[in-house]
């Protein structure tokens, strides 16, 4: 299994353009998620889905679109790119439902180093 | 809504034993990760705890108590690969996964 697959690794956007960064999971994960991970930060929630058609903000939504069509697809939207949008983002995903006995694990892809001159 | 306290950042000495402390607040609280992050790297799953109580796996340990909105991380034996970022997250019934800040620490000989 290849897991969660991010593309690209890295990129580098002048102010204003849009970009859409990629995010699959061959897992038949219903849950994934968007982060984004500033220098000496923690991980900040962009956006969440809980399945195929349902997305939801998170923490720091402004400046991003997501959708969700299909269960292995997340990409995220960048529409007008801002330097306040350099940083590292990370996708993940999980299975659906709570308990230890159900394996609760958040994979992570590897990760897309963006920034924004 | 949610939030995640954790200090910043700890030192310790190598083989010695560390705690991370994490306190939380949300609605709906469906489970505790920990994560572990080396720079420039991509998080590595250590622990879920749903359950009140103690979670033992090797080295690390995470204890959860559910109405203290606590959790620690416990590591024992410490090496100089352990430094690391230590990652709390906490979990909603509604599929939100929040992150605190992390935990910096430092392993010293």
């Known amino acids: 299994n290849a897991g969660v697959t991010q593309t690209p690794k890295f990129r580098i956007l002048k102010i204003g353009q849009s970009m859409t960064l990629q995010c699959t999971q061959d897992?038949?994960?219903?849950?994934m998620y968007w982060y984004r991970q500033d220098p000496g930060m923690g991980l900040k929630l962009i956006y969440y889905?809980?399945?195929?058609?349902?997305?939801d903000k998170g923490e720091v939504p402004n400046g991003y679109n997501v959708s969700r069509s299909t269960t292995e697809d997340f990409p995220l939207r960048l529409e007008l790119a801002a330097p306040s949008q350099t940083s590292v983002y990370f996708c993940?995903?999980?299975?659906?439902?709570?308990?230890?006995?159900?394996?609760?694990?958040?994979?992570f892809g590897s990760g897309t180093q963006l920034s924004v001159l | 809504g949610q939030n995640i306290d954790q200090p910043t950042e700890m030192t310790a000495t190598e083989g010695a034993i560390v705690q991370i402390n994490c306190t939380y607040q949300?609605?709906?609280?469906?489970?505790l990760f920990w994560y572990q992050q080396h720079a420039g790297e991509a998080p590595t799953f250590l622990s879920y705890?749903?359950?009140?109580g103690l979670e033992e796996k090797g080295r690390f340990s995470s204890f959860l108590s559910r109405s203290k909105g606590y959790s620690y991380l416990l590591l024992k034996e410490l090496q100089m690969k352990d430094s690391a970022s230590y990652l709390c997250?906490?979990?909603?019934?509604?599929?939100?996964?929040?992150f605190g800040q992390g935990t910096e620490l430092s392993v010293k000989p």
């Open positions: 993940a995903s999980k299975t659906r439902g709570s308990g230890p006995d159900l394996g609760e694990k958040l994979f």
């Open positions: 897992m038949n994960h219903n849950y």
């Open positions: 889905s809980v399945g195929a058609g349902i997305t």
């Open positions: 949300t609605s709906g609280f469906n489970g």
């Open positions: 705890n749903v359950l009140d």
């Open positions: 997250a906490v979990y909603n019934q509604g599929g939100k996964l929040i």
